[in-house]
């Protein structure tokens, strides 16, 4: 199985990612489990302590829907809300993604958790293990229906901090001239490079600087900084330009 899945974005930016591994995946999904029938038995004993208030046959009714509604709530509301990630994904360092690379949307999130049925046929997440292993990108039934990847949550070791480009004026904005000429294709692209910029590999980072960056600063007159990470300069350039063209 290949580990690593290279991803051509919309931008036609190439994208790396580490798809999280079987282990990783069984022990996230084993604390979910964990939590969730803990959360279950904590129900079912209110339940039946309300029993005394309540119908018998209503409290039965309360507990069995809750052993469907709350497993498939879970995972549902945790993933769409969370940005691809259940408190077991979170403890493992993974998390759910587009086979994009975009972030998970709800409605991928509810499809590939409704699909989980599927994937326990004819045994324990048999049929799920046999499509995990069969295609590239380690995806289970509900994954190839949803469209979605579960990829490892990595940091790189020399992470550079981006600011938001919406948010202040940069200090470096001053050091990056007036930037007259430069085009909306080249703000998307260099935004877009700047959002996606901490996710990438050193390798993709590194050979995006010369080819997407390096172009742009040269025929828009921005400077190199001594000491300066060039991706201060670009989220430099980007908030300047947006700010400038009424874009922020």
């Not at 939590?35 to 004993?45: D, Q």
């Not at 009714?61 to 509604?69: C, H, K, M, Q, Y």
């Not at 979170?90 to 993604?97: H, L, P, Q, W």
Request: charge should be neutral; hydrophobic fraction near 45%; proline fraction near 6%.
């Amino acid at each position: 199985m290949d580990f690593d899945v290279t991803i051509l974005s919309p931008e036609k930016t190439i994208l790396t990612y580490r798809l999280a591994g079987l282990g990783s995946r069984t022990l996230a999904h084993l604390i979910d489990v964990v939590l969730i029938f803990g959360t279950y038995i904590g129900i079912a004993i209110a339940v039946s302590l309300l029993s005394i208030a309540i119908d018998e046959k209503i409290g039965v009714g309360l507990i069995l829907l809750a052993s469907f509604v709350f497993p498939v709530g879970y995972f549902v509301l945790l993933e769409g809300l969370w940005n691809g990630q259940t408190l077991g994904k979170k403890a493992c360092g993974i998390r759910v993604k587009m086979a994009d690379g975009t972030p998970l949307t709800f409605g991928a999130a509810l499809g590939r958790n409704l699909l989980r049925p599927a994937d326990m046929l004819p045994g324990p997440y048999l049929l799920g293990l046999v499509a995990m292993f069969m295609n590239p990108r380690s995806q289970r039934i509900g994954d190839l229906v949803a469209n979605t990847i579960v990829c490892q949550d990595r940091r790189n070791s020399n992470v550079v901090q981006v600011a938001p480009h919406k948010v202040g004026i940069h200090p470096l904005e001053d050091q990056v001239g007036d930037l007259h000429g430069m085009t909306i294709e080249e703000y998307n692209a260099l935004r877009r490079f700047a959002d996606r910029f901490p996710e990438l590999g050193t390798p993709i980072q590194n050979k995006l600087l010369e080819e997407v960056w390096k172009p742009i600063a040269e025929r828009r007159n921005v400077p190199s900084i001594a000491n300066v990470h060039p991706v201060y300069l670009m989220e430099a350039v980007v908030m300047k330009y947006g700010r400038q063209n009424g874009l922020v």
